[in-house]
């Protein structure tokens, strides 16, 4: 409590990734006798006890609450219904946020979204990632949802996995009609990030990527088959993609270093701050290329490049541990980084974001 007394001179206070939320922390908050300057609040779960808490915390700083985050909203079919009643009344308290983010979403039922499209003010989705999906009735779910924020949506990510369950092959389908929702209402995303492992959605996320290159800004593509996938988007994503760029980065099966040159010679015009390659199953030597391409163009500041084969006698897990191939692309400034060092991790990401 003393603590919490000796906040009040601050400007702001942050709650990122609570993971628990107790009756005991809120009345805390709750008994101050100054307002309580919460201006981020991220939640990793909600239980159906600390609903009530969450919405005591909400109601003492909904003049200073600025940013809500939740991760992995999920419930049993036992609790489901009291949190469906208590997430709704915590939206409909949430109108003031300057900003909402979903991440690593894995549960997106009808119910969750109708609450949310009955919202009588608009719902300032900023972010929202889809970890996979379970059945085709979320995929209409998350049309709603895009449909009811589509204004806000800055960050949206998309994961399925490799195999979809028994039943659910519609799902490329629906998918391919979600991605032309977002190119037709979405036009403010600045970070994309799409695991693309469907024929039916290939060339609706390259559309995608068109349709909203004015704001792109971080490009995250994988690709974990090897079904023709790869070729097809590197001959035609140097086409499309910005002039410039923070964060490209592609996550590839198996390159073929003709492809990759297509892509290069495609985007020679594009200047990508931090450029990271990273290939699932080694692939073909694309150095030469990236050398004649990117570093003698000094297309890029930071380079990272993953399980690559550099060289016909020598295979490295990564170009950052080449010592005199470094020092080659440090002679055009180039700063050749660890692979996981430069990715993102999403995590932090978000809290600058929040």
């Not at 991760?71 to 609790?79: A, M, V, W």
């Not at 799902?171 to 403010?188: D, G, S, T, Y």
Request: hydrophobic share 40%; glycine share 4%; with cysteine.
């Amino acid at each position: 409590m003393r603590i919490f007394d000796q906040l009040n001179g601050l400007k702001s206070v942050h709650i990122i990734d609570c993971l628990s939320l107790n009756n005991y922390f809120a009345q805390q908050i709750i008994n101050l006798t100054k307002p309580f300057k919460l201006k981020s609040l991220s939640l990793r779960e909600i239980s159906e006890s600390e609903i009530e808490s969450l919405k005591l915390l909400i109601q003492k700083s909904c003049d200073y609450l600025e940013n809500f985050g939740k991760k992995n909203y999920q419930t049993s079919s036992k609790k489901e219904k009291k949190l469906k009643r208590g997430c709704s009344i915590i939206f409909e308290q949430l109108n003031v946020l300057e900003s909402v983010h979903l991440i690593n979403c894995n549960s997106l039922n009808t119910g969750f979204s109708q609450q949310v499209i009955n919202l009588t003010k608009p719902l300032k989705l900023k972010s929202l990632f889809i970890q996979e999906l379970g059945a085709i009735s979320e995929i209409d779910s998350l049309q709603l949802l895009i449909q009811k924020s589509c204004d806000y949506l800055e960050n949206f990510g998309y994961d399925c996995g490799l195999i979809y369950p028994p039943g659910l092959i519609q799902i490329p389908q629906a998918m391919r009609q979600l991605f032309e929702l977002i190119v037709k209402h979405c036009k403010n995303i600045k970070f994309l990030d799409l695991n693309i492992n469907d024929n039916p959605i290939i060339y609706p996320a390259l559309n995608l990527i068109e349709n909203i290159k004015h704001n792109l800004n971080y490009l995250t593509i994988s690709i974990h088959d090897n079904n023709g996938h790869n070729s097809i988007i590197l001959q035609k994503l140097g086409k499309i993609i910005p002039l410039k760029l923070e964060y490209l980065h592609l996550y590839l099966y198996y390159i073929k270093a003709y492809d990759f040159e297509v892509f290069l010679k495609s985007s020679q015009d594009t200047f990508t701050k931090k450029l990271l390659i990273s290939n699932i199953t080694k692939g073909q030597d694309i150095l030469p290329s990236i050398k004649t391409y990117i570093m003698k163009k000094r297309r890029v500041k930071y380079l990272a490049i993953n399980n690559a084969l550099f060289r016909s006698e020598f295979v490295s897990d990564e170009l950052f541990s080449l010592e005199d191939e470094v020092k080659e692309f440090m002679l055009y400034d180039i700063k050749v980084k660890s692979y996981y060092g430069l990715a993102i991790n999403m995590d932090d990401f978000m809290k600058e974001v929040i």
